[in-house]
């Protein structure tokens, strides 16, 4: 399975344990972890998974490798911008989101619009009514929200 961890370039120290723990466990449990390729909680969740072995796909902004987390297995430049939100929604079976900002919020409705279960620990809250479901789903831990991404799509 591929699960999409999405959140801001930039976070405090709190969230990016949670998402480092998100991409440690993504990896146990032979699952590869796609991310936007960057800082903050892209680059914590990597670290995560690339600490348990698991590989993980980041997929870039701009065209410069040089940026992207050292992290990463495979890094994807696109030169998309923020466009490539779309991407990264898309890439996952399933959708993580730890905290974010807007960019977080766009891939959540990509990944909400696409079909793909959408996990959020510490993130957004959503009135999905007129999404259907299944909405943006809580998860109070990491690995409840790796839990409920299985879940999802078993």
Known sequence: MYISVIGAGE?????ADKAAQVGAL???RGHVLVCGGLGGVMDAAA?????EGGTVMGILP???RRRASRWLTVSIPTGMGQARNALVAGAGDAVIAVGGGYGTLSEIGFALKLGRPVIGLDTWELDCRRAGPPG???ASSPLEAVDMAERRLA
């Open 136 to 138: 943006l789903l809580k």
């Open 26 to 28: 993504i990896a146990k």
């Open 11 to 15: 976070c405090a120290s709190d969230l």
């Open 47 to 51: 670290h995560g998974a690339h600490g």
């Open 62 to 64: 701009d065209e410069d």
